[in-house]
């Protein structure tokens, strides 16, 4: 395949020519799939951001069909006594575990509410003090949460279903939440507010990535592929014998 471009020969290989174009599609491809992947994370962080000034009032059912995020007010009262340890959390590069306490709705049902990370002693066998002594009935604010999931079951540690509490778990299910606790538990969790009392470190964000990540990781495939262009071009466009 010969051709003339401004008095030179442009003769690039039919096996080049076929690489070129595999490469140069994967790499379009892989940016408008990273620039798909960012659009979606800006519209979670935007639903995570503008739930904050809306509030509403929730009971069992609420919790199971509001959308992830939604901003609620819960009345009743926490069950101090036998909460749940997320283990293998961090926060601020620092290993820790995030602390679940039951909280006893009014209108009936029982949530799981993550007041936050606490820091990892350096002993398995002395787990941090999570007690507190609540009051008989009180009203607290959270987002909508869902449990953690692992990426490989083998991650996965049910909680015990018996012996001292609180019960140190990784990546649980709601069932294996439901049989340590001999009570039913909603499926899903709710993330103390930040300045609601009795929590601990508390930076609550939409997860994955920040949605910039993805737009920029699209803008370097497609960079790639401008790259492979003007290599082609330039490999291939030759002095005219």
């Known amino acids: 395949m010969t051709m003339k471009v401004f008095g030179r020969e442009f003769a690039p290989s039919w096996l080049m020519t076929i690489a070129t174009l595999s490469f140069g599609c994967l790499f379009v491809t892989l940016g408008f799939w990273q620039w798909g992947r960012g659009v979606e994370r800006q519209a979670t962080?935007?639903?995570?951001?503008?739930?904050?000034?809306?509030?509403?009032?929730?009971?069992?059912?609420?919790?199971?069909?509001?959308?992830?995020?939604?901003?609620?007010?819960?009345?009743?009262?926490?069950?101090?006594?036998?909460?749940?340890?997320l283990d293998n959390r961090t926060f601020e590069g620092r290993a820790g575990y995030e602390v679940l306490t039951p909280f006893e709705l009014t209108s009936g049902g029982t949530v799981l509410i993550n007041r936050g990370w606490i820091h990892f002693g350096g002993f398995r066998d002395r787990l941090p003090d999570v007690s507190f002594d609540a009051p008989p009935q009180e009203t607290i604010l959270g987002r909508i949460e869902e449990l953690p999931a692992a990426g490989l079951a083998a991650g996965r540690v049910a909680p015990a279903t018996e012996g001292v509490w609180p019960r140190v778990t990784s990546f649980p299910t709601a069932a294996e939440l439901t049989a340590a606790y001999a009570q039913p538990l909603l499926a899903r969790v709710v993330l103390l507010d930040v300045d609601a009392p009795r929590g601990f470190e508390r930076h609550w964000s939409a997860p994955g990535l920040e949605p910039i990540r993805h737009f920029s990781y699209a803008v370097q495939w497609w960079a790639f592929a401008v790259l492979l262009a003007g290599l082609y071009i330039g490999l291939n466009l030759r002095q005219q014998k």
């Open 45 to 85: 962080w935007d639903a995570f951001q503008n739930d904050a000034a809306n509030v509403i009032d929730a009971d069992a059912a609420d919790l199971a069909s509001l959308p992830r995020y939604a901003h609620v007010r819960l009345r009743g009262s926490y069950a101090p006594t036998r909460q749940f340890l």
